[in-house]
């Protein structure tokens, strides 16, 4: 199993000082992401529109190899508009022709129950996504049914493991493997802030405890998957890059036979790493 770790998004104000180095413009803040990281899921598209032209300049800051996930646009996973549609396809195709779009996340709300018409929803984006790899998070726990992890991969899409609270209602922790790509997301298991704003909702900093039950599952899940990508989206605080860190230490040591890719790029002259690293 290839393992791909990164976080959710990059580019955050409060990451400078501890993760960046102080005094950090925030143009530089993907080269530098860079040197830790071979992986990144853009969080931002959810609330715009990227064009092809913004995700271009993108990648032209990563080195060769470095991939990126995209989140759908709220049109498309809550709104349930197809406006956006065809839009939001062309302007991820040139990360395609790059080979540096490793896959599209579609982050669906609570409301969001299983039925048909939202089953026929989610066909209809595979469709619309052929040949881009769409992986899809539930939040809402009618989805945790037997059936859904196979009818996801006959529709070609992959299902989202999530790190999250025990909460009614919530879409439950744990691996569910429904294909030969395992995706994780780690948000949070602060039940108590669940429902605050997001901010508030994804502060919360995973101990090695809680980290080696997904490096254990995952060793289970090896058999039968070819990679697994894994994003902290607790990023409040740099939580979220401490921990995919931590995450690339754990994972050799606990289970070598799993391969990590790591940083694609070297550290630039001068570059030191956040206090957490040293």
Known sequence: MQVWIGTSGYSYSDWVGSFYPSGTPPRRMLAHYCETFSLVE???TFYRPPTGGQ???LADQTPPGFQFLVKLHQSLSHERDTQELAGFRVAVEDLRRRNQLLGLLCQLPQSFHENGENRDWLTLLARAFAGCPLAVEFRHSSWFRED????LGEQGLDLVSVDVPDL???YPRGLVPSGSRVYVRFH???GRNWYAPDKDRYDYKYNDAEMTEWVEALQRASPQTER???LFNNCHRSHAAENARRMQELLPRLAPTLTLVGPLAKPGPGTRQGAFFT
């Not at 859904?148 to 009818?151: I, L, Q, R, S």
């Open 42 to 44: 853009l969080n931002f």
């Open 55 to 57: 995700l271009a300049r």
């Open 148 to 151: 859904v992890p196979a009818w």
């Open 168 to 170: 009614p209602q919530l």
């Open 188 to 190: 949070s298991r602060n």
């Open 228 to 230: 697994a990508l894994l």
